[in-house]
């Protein structure tokens, strides 16, 4: 009688929980996206994660590309050098790729035009200016349009112009150049008066 | 035979190292240029033409042949040094002073050229232009003035067909300024020397390159056939790369 009220719980609960489950089933149906939940969520972390990463690279080149406006030198109006053959150039460290340099400094004196490279963002091709033996001008012949053309170049990418303290000298000689002596209104004035006193 | 009288409002010295030719010939022809260049360009005197200009008693149509040429040089020099040099004043006057003492001062040298001389300067007022030798047969030799005590030179330059230029706010006070930030003074250097072709050229370009401040050298250093020594406001001097030509012996 025992094991059969056993056997007849068992049943009894085992019906009673397929019960539940066929209940639930029947009478709550479970929406499409509740169920795939787990991706969805796993999709929308991975989606915004991978955009985080697009912009912060589009952040670092935006960076990388132009730093201050100033442009110091873009077309030299007085300057008139006469180029060498055109040498390509590769962007990051000119070279001279031609016969070896002079002994006044690394480069031949000219102007050397760079090959077209890819930038990832765009092309670049650039223009480095030699006199002297150093490169004293970089500027750009293609650039692309969203970043900033101009390029500051600073003391250390120009050359190092040399410098001295002053020294006074003892040296007689034949006219000194400075600025102006004294007031120039007041030399006017006087050379204008005295030029009316002459007869 | 050296001269300085006084003209254009400031001392003008000629030396003509006598060669046999009339040299008090050329002296004068060359002093009564520049005088006829006062009367024309003083804009201290009220009946000079560029004085009448400024009060709009002249049209452009009647200006002397002289204004145009200074005037289109003003425009060309403006132009090359993206603006740091221009004539015009904020209050519509114009004052081509900083062009017309070395344009002055080369046709003078030309002047005297003329007359068979080849060797001699002239000087007005820390602006040079030389030709040939001194008369002890080397080049001339023209101090560099220190800024910081106006009795003592601190470069010795050794020229011989060349103009010298010096801008310097030390004596006259700030009369050079910015054009592109005209209440910003120059502070951090206190004298550009430009040594060029003539003086013509060493003056505008010292000019333009003073107002441009610490840049100023970088300017000189991109120009061909100008050499420059800049002293700062702490009393170091930085020259471009060819000074040296002009202070080797």
């Known amino acids: 009688m025992k094991r059969m009220v056993a056997i007849m719980n068992q049943g009894v609960i085992s019906f009673r929980i397929t019960n539940v489950s066929v209940f639930f089933a029947v009478e709550h149906p479970v929406p499409f996206f509740m169920r795939i939940k787990k991706i969805l969520f796993s999709f929308v972390i991975i989606v915004t994660f991978s955009l985080y990463v697009v912009y912060q690279r589009k952040e670092d080149n935006r960076q990388s590309a132009g730093v201050a406006p100033s442009v110091t030198n873009t077309d030299s109006v007085f ?24 002994s ?24 480095a200016t030699i006199s002297a033996g ?55 004035s006087l050379a204008y008066a005295l030029s009316q006193a002459r007869n | 035979m050296k001269e300085t009288r006084t003209c254009m409002g400031m001392p003008i010295t000629v030396e003509i190292v006598d060669d046999g030719q009339n040299t008090k010939q050329a002296l004068d022809a060359a002093f009564l240029y520049f005088h006829s260049v006062d009367e024309m360009f003083s804009t201290y005197k009220p009946e000079s033409e560029i004085t009448k200009i400024n009060r709009r008693e002249i049209q452009e149509e ?12 003003a425009k060309k020099t403006k132009e090359q040094t993206r603006g740091y040099f221009d004539i015009m004043l904020e209050r519509g006057i114009c004052d081509p002073s ?6 002055a001062l080369s046709n003078a040298a030309k002047i005297i050229e003329e007359r068979g001389h080849k060797n001699f300067y002239v000087e007005a007022s820390g ?30 330059l050794f020229v011989s067909d060349c103009g010298i230029a010096t801008s310097g706010t030390y004596t006259q006070g700030q009369h050079i300024y910015n054009p592109h930030d005209r209440f910003c003074p120059i ?44 002293i700062d406001a702490g009393g170091i001097a930085t020259m471009t790369s060819g000074f040296g030509r002009y202070t080797l012996l």
Not at chain 1, 87 to 92: G, L, N, Y
Request: aromatic residues 8%; glycine residues 8%; negative net charge.
């Open chain 2, 187 to 230: 502070v951090d250097i206190v004298s550009l020397t430009v040594v060029g072709p003539n003086a013509y050229e060493a003056d505008r370009f010292a000019t333009a390159a003073f107002a441009m401040g610490t840049e100023g050298i970088h300017f000189i250093e991109r120009l061909e056939g100008c050499e420059g020594y800049m």
């Open chain 1, 79 to 102: 300057q008139e050098q006469q180029p060498s053959a055109p040498a390509s150039v590769p962007i990051q460290t000119p070279a001279p790729i031609q016969k070896p340099a002079q």
């Open chain 1, 104 to 127: 006044l400094g690394m480069y031949r004196d000219g102007t050397y035009t760079g090959s077209v490279a890819d930038a990832y963002y765009g092309n670049i091709q650039v223009q």
């Open chain 2, 62 to 73: 009647e200006y002397s042949q002289e204004v145009k040429t200074v005037f289109a040089l």
């Open chain 2, 127 to 156: 602006d040079i232009q030389t030709a040939g030798v001194n008369a002890q047969g080397t080049s001339w030799t023209v101090g560099i003035k220190n800024p910081f005590n106006v009795h003592e030179i601190v470069k010795v």
């Open chain 1, 134 to 188: 150093t490169i004293i001008d970089v500027t750009f012949l293609q650039h692309p349009n969203d970043r900033r053309t101009s390029i500051f170049i600073n003391d250390q990418a120009m050359p190092i112009l040399s410098r001295e303290a002053l020294t006074v000298q003892s040296a007689q000689v034949d006219s000194v150049s400075g600025a102006t002596d004294s007031s120039q209104a007041f030399q006017q």
């Open chain 2, 98 to 103: 900083g062009l017309v003492k070395g344009w």
